[in-house]
């Protein structure tokens, strides 16, 4: 499988088939899945704890470090797409939706070249 020619369709089949394979099913609640997103995420910032900016893009070039990190991502999205798999959720649908509310939250002629976050309403400063 390759990014250029496996689809989020084909990448969310394979993530079932492997709970599925295993019975898995009864593991896989929302809650379990979405701690499991939460939980591989810090490993995965595990790897650029304390870097300086040039030490953590250098951990990228490292192929070492760079099979770890697949590993890692690799572990957030597979339960992603489970969690997709389980609430029945377009994640393509999802992130072109988000996109869109990004578009109107963050223009291209004020944030061209910088980020501030936008704060929602109902939080603090």
């Known amino acids: 499988m ?5 689809t989020l369709a084909d990448l969310r089949a394979a993530v079932g088939a492997f709970v599925s394979e295993r019975a898995w099913e009864k593991y896989h609640t929302p809650k379990n899945l979405a701690m499991s997103i939460a939980i591989e995420a810090a490993e995965l910032m595990e790897h650029f704890q304390w870097l300086r900016p040039e030490e ?12 770890a990190l697949g590993a890692e991502l690799a572990d957030v999205t597979s339960y992603v797409l489970a969690l997709c798999n389980v609430l029945d ?21 004020r944030c061209y070249g910088e980020y501030r976050r936008e704060m929602k309403s109902g939080e603090g400063g």
Do not use: F
């Open 56 to 67: 953590a893009q250098a951990v990228g070039q490292d192929a070492e470090q760079r099979s």
């Open 2 to 6: 390759t990014d250029a020619t496996t």
């Open 89 to 109: 959720l377009d994640l393509s649908a999802a992130v072109e939706s988000k996109l869109a509310q990004n578009r109107i939250r963050y223009p291209v002629e």
